[in-house]
């Protein structure tokens, strides 16, 4: 079974919350849903260091402080992705670092619930939560 890792940044914008997303490239994935920048990890790599590092090389930013939000299934291929969340950089000035992503923004978190890969909803409600019990 395939396992990847990668992060949900979050910050506060003109009162509103957003969410660091990115976007498949490739003509193939013009329709496909947005996720959070994730990927495998390397032999040998946890599951954060393998977060951080996807997430530097998807969007050339540089994760700090993160809390782990679980995992989630893909309800077709069963592939298991963990999330580990945190506060973005305050200079985060996201930008596409990777050929393998085609748009990398922060959406406020309404547009998010759209764009977001339905599997990957359940790291939204679970960063809500947690920002909530923390006050």
């Known amino acids: 079974m395939k396992v990847s890792a990668g992060t949900l940044l979050y910050r506060l914008a003109n009162g509103q919350l957003e969410v660091l997303l990115v976007h498949p490239s490739g003509n193939y994935n013009r329709k496909a849903p947005w996720g959070i920048p994730k990927g495998e990890p390397e032999e040998g790599e946890d599951l954060e260091a393998a977060a951080r590092r996807e997430t530097r090389e ?15 299934r893909y309800q ?3 592939k ?8 973005a ?5 996201p930008r596409c670092a990777s050929w393998e ?8 978190l309404e547009q998010a619930r759209t764009l977001i890969h339905p599997d990957q909803r359940a790291f939204l409600e679970r960063l809500l939560q947690r920002l909530s019990a923390a006050g």
């Open 76 to 78: 077709k291929s069963r």
């Open 58 to 72: 998807e969007t050339g930013i540089e994760p700090q402080q993160l809390f782990s939000l679980g995992s989630i």
């Open 89 to 93: 950089p305050q200079d985060a000035c």
């Open 80 to 87: 298991h992705v963990h999330c580990f969340a945190g506060p």
């Open 101 to 108: 992503v085609d748009r990398a923004e922060f959406v406020p």
